[in-house]
């Protein structure tokens, strides 16, 4: 298995590739971004993850066309749904804008960024969209359990996957196991390494496993999301740990190190806010808005 052939099947038989890049947020130079999607090109990443927020479509649309890597298909590229156009003919302008900037004709997946209000009629859209045959997989993001019963009550197309903050401090098992009896992909979004957090990657049960396999603490965490059948989209603008990120399939974590290690790890810890707090948040919703124009 690679990067590029390592995939992960959506319940429409769709495949993913089950290592992605996240690298595309927060990647505000124009060098340093087109220099990040090239190496992670390279090397072989064909998933990549953007947003409308992150204001960088454009940008990776410009790279991947740079790339020179026919056909389309070759790529999955995901982008998300802001809160500022949540609703019906909302969500179909968005869409169609970040096809523009993506220079694309459809998606492989589209996602709704959070849960916020008029959701539901976001979703009714994004259906109409993935029977057109303009998305291939239909999601959401930073969804709860409470979230996604309400979405399947109301729709006629179950959300096909989650994208939500995982890692071994917070490992949301208790929605990891839900997802998974409702055949809902789990993906792993920014933090599948704890948002690079220095304590995570120096604690000293990690160091001892990457030891054991001769690899890095990192290269053992986003191994463990492979293994538990997750999703995952680490970012990086630094070209060794570009490559470091994509070795992660010639080596298999024990059962005593995957139940056993690791998962004492779990404190409940996020390094994010809950997802709710941007749901209730008028002003924050607001501010987005105005920064978006």
């Not at 927020?53 to 890597?69: F, V």
């Not at 492989?108 to 539901?120: E, R, V």
């Not at 304590?199 to 690899?215: N, R, V």
Request: charged share 25%; glycine share 6%.
């Amino acid at each position: 298995m690679t990067v590029e052939t390592k995939t992960i099947e959506a319940v429409n038989g769709v495949k993913i590739p089950q290592l992605g890049f996240g690298g595309v947020y927060k990647i505000k130079k124009k060098e340093e971004f087109e220099m990040s999607i090239r190496e992670a090109i390279r090397v072989g990443f064909r998933h990549f993850d953007t947003a409308k927020i992150y204001g960088n479509e454009q940008a990776l649309g410009t790279a991947i066309e740079k790339s020179q890597i026919p056909p389309r298909e070759k790529f999955f590229i995901t982008s998300k749904v802001w809160n500022t156009d949540h609703g019906y003919k909302a969500t179909k302008n968005a869409f169609e804008q970040t096809c523009k900037k993506l220079n694309v004709k459809y998606l492989d997946m589209y996602l709704i960024h959070f849960a916020s209000p008029h959701y539901l009629e976001t979703w009714k859209a994004m259906e109409e969209l993935y029977m057109e045959g303009r998305i291939k997989v239909i999601g959401v993001a930073n969804f709860e359990i409470q979230h996604l019963e309400n979405i399947m009550k109301h729709s006629e197309i179950a959300p096909m996957i989650n994208q939500i903050e995982t890692h071994p401090e917070f490992p949301q098992n208790e929605l990891h196991d839900y997802l998974k009896n409702h055949h809902i992909l789990h993906e792993a979004w920014g933090g599948p390494l704890g948002q690079g957090n220095k304590a995570l990657l120096e604690h000293p049960d990690l160091k001892t496993i990457a030891h054991e396999h001769q690899k890095t603490v990192a290269q053992v965490i986003l191994r463990w999301h492979l293994q538990r059948g997750i999703i995952i989209i680490p970012k990086s603008s630094n070209p060794q740990r570009i490559k470091e990120n994509s070795d992660i399939f010639d080596f298999v974590l024990t059962h005593e190190e995957m139940g056993g290690k690791i998962s004492q790890l779990n404190t409940g810890r996020r390094y994010s806010i809950k997802p709710t707090g941007y749901m209730i948040n008028p002003f924050y919703n607001r501010l987005m808005k105005i920064f978006m124009k």
